[in-house]
């Protein structure tokens, strides 16, 4: 597979930089789902010190758009199927139980955060930003775990999500069919529900939201031969 070729960035970049520009790289397919990406190689090619391509790759890990193998290889994200239903059938647990949590706990403060970013999803998917939407999506999710004040759960759920996002954002940002506002407008019910101080509501609302996330992922996210392929 050739590699894409990068300007060399100024050393005052750093990690930031390089991570934007691997970023972009992934966002636009100049670097592939499932690519294996060589530090050194990487390093050579962005005019940069190991240590900065290293700590720019712990970055876009975190973010979920690269991921460590058991051989410390290096790879962009790429997932398929199958694991989307795993990932979804733990995070229904986890986050039907954040969203319990959240309608018990959420003060003003929080509510009216969680108001802002529906506002925001809301106003990217009239603009058919889908970069931006799934960025907004995954901000409201964080913020729901927030409330819960435990760290292990959204930590939990961070490792387990924030991949998806990563992957839907790499397959969805070009795509025309994709329709947009249905999918900020799934998490209203979770949102009400929480406002309500209803956690049985909310608990149930955001299992239904999953369900249909899970069904967008399936029709927008892979084509009809990976579906088809997986039965």
């Known amino acids: 597979m050739t590699s894409p ?3 060399r960035l100024p050393s005052v970049s750093l990690r930031g930089r390089i991570a934007e520009t691997l970023r972009e790289a992934i966002l636009n397919g100049s670097l592939t789902e499932g690519q294996r990406l060589v530090e050194r190689n990487l390093a050579a090619q962005l005019g940069a010190s190991l240590t900065a391509v290293r700590e720019a790759l712990i970055e876009l890990e975190m973010d979920g758009f690269i991921q460590k193998r058991r051989n410390a290889s290096t790879f962009v994200t790429k997932l398929s199927i199958e694991d989307t ?3 979804f059938a733990v995070r229904s647990v986890l986050e039907k139980y954040a969203a ?3 309608a018990r706990l959420a003060g003003p403060e929080q509510i009216a955060h ?6 925001e999803m809301e106003t990217a998917a009239r ?6 939407l799934v960025l907004k999506d995954y901000s409201w999710h964080q913020a729901l775990w927030q409330i819960s004040e435990n760290d292990y759960l959204q930590a939990m759920l961070r490792r387990l999500v ?13 795509r025309q069919d994709f329709e947009p506002l249905r999918d900020a407008q799934a998490h209203l019910p979770i949102l009400e529900a929480i406002k309500a101080h209803d956690p049985a ?10 369900a249909e996330w899970a069904d967008l992922i399936r029709s927008y996210v892979f084509g009809a031969n990976e579906v088809a392929s997986a039965g």
């Open 85 to 87: 239903v795993k990932i």
């Open 162 to 174: 924030v991949p998806v996002f990563a992957f839907t954002t790499m397959r969805v940002i070009n």
């Open 114 to 119: 969680l108001e802002a970013i529906y506002s």
């Open 127 to 132: 603009a058919h930003d889908g970069k931006l």
């Open 201 to 210: 509501t909310a608990g149930e609302a955001l299992v239904t939201a999953l």
């Open 100 to 102: 319990e949590q959240a």
């Open 5 to 7: 070729s990068f300007e």
